[in-house]
Nanobody
Framework: QVQVMESGGGSVQTGGSLRLSCAAS????????MAWFRQAPGKGREAVAG?????????????KGRFSISADATGSADATKTVVNLQMDNLTPEDTATYYC???????????????????????WGQGTQVTVSS
């Protein structure tokens, strides 16, 4: 059974930090190929950050320099569990949103440009975790 589960959301004041985690399991992906998205009330879903098979990271313009995505792939020969973290620093009220973790079911992925990354269709999604930043 495929599971993608986020944790770590919460409320902070402007300038604060939060660390989100996502655990993906139950399928046999390549390492990584995971991403974070967010959706604020009344707005569309926005790609925030991604990490590909080679560990290359990519960020939206608003996340660059403030957010950091990292991954830890562990597992056995039968299944792989990947944990992806999103460290968010210097948060502002504009970062308030529900944050979603997503994963690709592929053998290899490469996130070369932000435009390419934004067009990827991810296969598995978590339920989301709320991040609220107050001024």
């Amino acid at each position: 059974q495929v599971q993608v589960m986020e944790s770590g959301g919460g409320s902070v004041q402007t300038g604060g930090s939060l660390r989100l985690s996502c655990a993906a399991s139950g399928y046999r992906p390549s390492a990584n190929c995971m991403a974070w998205f967010r959706q604020a009330p009344g707005k569309g879903r926005e790609a925030v950050a991604g990490i590909d098979t080679d560990g290359k990271t990519i960020y939206s313009e608003t996340a660059k320099g403030r957010f950091s995505i990292s991954a830890d792939a562990t597992g056995s020969a039968d299944a792989t569990k990947t944990v992806v973290n999103l460290q968010m620093d210097n948060l502002t009220p504009e970062d308030t949103a529900t944050y979603y973790c997503a994963a690709e079911r592929v053998l290899h992925c490469s996130y070369t440009t932000l435009d390419h990354f934004r067009r990827i269709s991810f296969d598995y999604w978590g339920q989301g975790t709320q991040v609220t930043v107050s001024s």
